[in-house]
């Protein structure tokens, strides 16, 4: 058990009782190890995702379209400030500017395509609605009837099919 002290802050008038522990008063109920040692608090806390995380055809090419307009955009400024200046890379700059750009339209297409496809193979995201999941469930339910009737046609084919003993 602890002791209790009054201490008065100065100039409120007031006292607050507080408990003391330490050497002089050891909780015998509270192994040791557990006094010593302070509460640790995480530093983070795990929250769920707001979104799904995007499958990986789908990633890669998103970060490949965003290299390809970062590309784009640096050749862009490359280009106008050569022009600004006066430079003869100018020209070549202006080209490959254009050649970028449709290669950054392309890349922001694949993004587009491979994400149509991905949910084409792999079906849409089910929600209440979905006419995709009911489709689904019914598929597994004729596949269970057909391998239940398939199970009951072995059993009646084959020789001592319902017998309950070898007499």
Do not use: Y
């Amino acid at each position: 058990m602890g002791t209790a002290e009054r201490r008065g802050a100065p100039g409120d008038g007031g006292a607050q009782m507080t408990a003391r522990r330490g050497r002089e008063a050891p909780d015998h109920d509270i192994p040791a190890a557990a006094r010593e040692q302070p509460q640790c608090r995480p530093l983070w806390v795990e929250e769920p995702a707001q979104r799904r995380r995007m499958p990986d055809p789908v990633r890669r090419a998103a970060v490949r379209a965003v290299l390809i307009i970062a590309v784009t955009l640096i050749q862009a400024m490359v280009a106008f400030l050569c022009t600004m200046a006066g430079s003869w890379l100018a020209f070549p700059m202006v080209i490959s500017s254009v050649t970028s750009t449709v290669v950054a339209t392309w890349g922001v297409l694949d993004v587009w395509v491979t994400r149509q496809v991905w949910n084409q193979r792999h079906g849409v995201v089910s929600v209440p609605s979905s006419t995709a999941r009911a489709l689904r469930r019914e598929r597994r339910r004729l596949r269970r009837q057909e391998r239940a009737a398939e199970r009951k046609r072995e059993r009646i084919g084959t020789p001592g099919a319902g017998q309950l003993s070898h007499s």
